[in-house]
């Protein structure tokens, strides 16, 4: 592939993460595949290394990505054996967040790897609740330190907190990100004044209940729809109310510019850390459609209140927006997002902003980086 303009000397880069074949049940597939795809654009090569899993492997949508080679592996034994030798000349190693026997895949990439190495936290806030409880399921305290970077999904204070308290080299945002290539806007009549798409959450359903339920109840003519996998059976929905198990995301394009309005629920410790938007905030965003959101600290440095995105956590106000704002204001606030993500939330950016902390961390000498 040809560099692209602008761009440095291309980088071999591996990438153990959770999944990028799958997205079911999870966020993680798509952040990666912007990130890669990104990536690929400004001409790096990219190796993505994933456990294979059998709920996965039932739920390949992306089997063979055109923009990164992927290897499945079943154990840490088949990682070193099969990979010892990528991740050796990699010129950057980057583990993720929720990677099965995560705390031993880090150790061994830290003794292996050569070149800079980082860790990729999809889940920022959840990860440090979990180290605050003494949860080592995919990271622990004793690894971060070893890190050459710790690329956070999460913004604001909280890096400051993960070098002061958990001793990480350098704590940088590296937010998700949107492929333009795969969402923007397409003309056609909305099936659903508002919308919603996530994975069930016990700590994001009080407030789809009262920003999505709510209004449907009050607006029984309105058509609303909730799309995503895990929801309990015993939930009384309103009638108006679709439900969809699983929207893979070839179809997700679709589901968004077929909304009047779109709804981002963010789940708790995202809410009380701040600075966590989600990647469904930059797709909807991508597809031109208005957004309403809940509130939290953060959210009006990557959108304009009022003018790019509504924000609320109130029922009454939702049901205001949907009964009262006019079309064409809704198809400005949809476009002005849309220009916002266009020039701050591509792929591309994220790979731009990734290659200035390599560079950031090359700068420093080998030596100095080990002590």
């Known amino acids: 592939m040809a ?5 440095g000397r291309t980088l071999d880069v591996v990438v153990l993460g ?7 049940g999870n966020g993680h597939a798509t952040t990666f595949r912007a990130l ?3 990536m690929a654009q400004r001409g790096h090569r990219v190796l993505f290394l994933e456990r294979d899993k059998p709920w996965y492997a039932e739920n390949r949508d992306m089997p063979t990505p055109d923009f990164c080679s992927v290897a499945l592996y079943d154990g840490l034994d088949e990682l070193a054996d099969k990979h010892a030798a990528a991740v050796r000349r990699a010129d950057l190693v980057i583990v993720g967040s929720y990677v099965p026997d995560g705390v031993a895949v880090c150790a061994w990439v830290q003794e292996t ?19 605050e409880r003494g949860d080592t399921e995919y990271l622990s305290s004793a690894v971060i330190p070893g890190f050459d970077l710790y690329l956070s999904f999460t913004g604001g204070p909280i890096l400051d907190r993960l070098e002061r308290e958990f001793g990480a080299q350098r704590a940088r945002v590296l937010y998700c990100s949107v492929d333009t290539d795969g969402y923007y ?3 056609g009549p909305a099936r659903w004044d508002l919308g919603y798409l996530g994975t069930y959450s016990t700590d994001r359903q009080p407030t789809l209940d009262r920003l999505l339920v709510g209004p449907a109840r009050q607006l029984p003519r309105s058509a609303f729809i909730v799309a995503g996998p895990q929801y309990p059976e015993d939930i009384d929905w309103p009638a108006n109310v679709q439900r969809v198990e ?6 997700h394009r679709a589901f968004y510019n077929a909304q009047r309005f779109t709804l981002n629920v963010t789940r708790a410790d995202m809410v009380a850390a701040g600075w966590s938007p989600s990647v469904r905030l930059f797709e909807a965003a991508a597809c031109g459609v208005p957004i309403i959101s809940d509130p939290w600290a953060g959210l009006d440095t990557l959108f304009k209140p009022d003018e790019e995105i509504l924000i609320t956590g109130d029922t009454e106000q939702v049901v205001r927006w949907l009964r009262d704002t006019t079309a064409a204001r809704a198809r400005a606030i949809g476009r002005a997002a849309r220009r916002r993500v266009l020039a701050s939330h591509t792929g591309v950016r994220r790979a731009m902003e990734l ?17």
């Open 113 to 131: 790897a050569r070149g800079v190495t980082a860790f990729y936290d999809i889940d920022t806030p959840v990860t440090v609740a979990r180290l």
């Open 355 to 371: 290659e200035a902390y390599v560079d950031e961390v090359r700068a420093v000498p080998a030596k100095a980086r080990a002590l």
């Open 18 to 24: 959770l999944s990028i074949t799958s997205s079911w």
């Open 36 to 38: 890669l795809k990104g």
């Open 185 to 187: 806007p397409e003309l």
């Open 3 to 7: 560099q692209a303009k602008g761009a």
């Open 246 to 251: 699983h929207l893979p995301p070839a179809e």
